[in-house]
């Protein structure tokens, strides 16, 4: 069984920063291309980041310049760094990852359960 566990949530000021961590545990699997999603209220869940195994990674238009992306493979963890925050930002933060499970071979996304990130003005 694998999970995915997210920490760093909160509230912040306009302009503030916020670190989320996502760390995959469980036994017998290698993660994937690991990614951050966000829904806010009344909207559909949009990709804010992903990032590959190999460090190669893709953002959102709105979050270019402000957010970054980044993975510890041997911690099975994802991180992203928000800088510069808007209210328009304010969401719950799931992360998401493609799980290889061992030794069946099969592979699936997996969510972590949410962070609720709230920007002031």
């Known amino acids: 069984q694998v999970q995915l566990v997210e920490s760093g949530g909160g509230l912040v000021q306009a302009g503030g920063s916020l670190r989320l961590s996502c760390a995959a545990s469980g036994s017998h699997f290698s993660a994937g291309t690991m990614g951050w999603y966000r829904q806010a209220p009344g909207k559909q869940r949009e990709l804010v980041a992903d990032i590959t195994v190999g460090g190669s990674t893709n953002y959102a238009d709105s979050v270019k310049g402000r957010f970054t992306i980044s993975r510890d493979n041997a911690k099975n963890t994802v991180y992203l760094q928000m800088n510069s925050l808007k209210p328009e930002d304010t969401a719950v933060y799931y992360c998401?990852?493609?799980?290889?499970?061992?030794?069946?071979?099969?592979?699936?996304?997996?969510w972590g359960q949410g962070t609720q990130v709230t920007v002031s003005s």
């Open positions: 998401n990852a493609d799980i290889l499970v061992l030794p069946t071979f099969v592979n699936n996304k997996y």
